[in-house]
């Protein structure tokens, strides 16, 4: 399984961006999917994960603001990000359970600032 994301650039301090994230294999029957972070200096932390048949989960900071969605028909995984600050600057990376194990996407840099 390969992963490829999008949509990441520069944008204001309360600024959206949506991040994109394509998968090679069908999606439907991985246990989750979802995205992960890493800001410079700091060790990859999870962001947003939505797992199959449950709802999702976010880390504290970004609750109320970002939202994960799988679209299953076009293997598509995404991250809506709104009320973006400064300390939400870092690469976003795309991974999905196969239940086999971990697939993660290059990544994606995000940098907030004005």
């Known amino acids: 399984v390969q992963l490829v994301e999008s949509g990441g650039g520069l944008v204001a301090p309360g600024g959206s961006l949506r991040l994109s994230c394509v998968a090679s294999?069908?999606?439907?029957?991985?246990?989750?999917v979802g995205w992960y972070r890493q800001a410079p200096g700091k060790q990859r932390g999870l962001v947003a994960v939505?797992?199959?048949?449950?709802?999702?989960n976010y880390e504290d900071s970004v609750k109320g603001r970002f939202t994960v969605s799988r679209d299953n028909t076009k293997n598509m995984v995404y991250l809506q990000m709104n009320s973006l600050k400064s300390e939400d600057t870092a690469v976003y990376f795309c991974?999905?359970?196969?239940?086999?194990?971990?697939?993660w996407g290059q990544g994606t840099q995000v940098t907030v600032s004005s």
């Open positions: 294999e069908n999606i439907g029957s991985f246990y989750a």
């Open positions: 939505a797992i199959k048949g449950t709802s999702s």
């Open positions: 991974f999905a359970n196969t239940g086999s194990g971990n697939v």
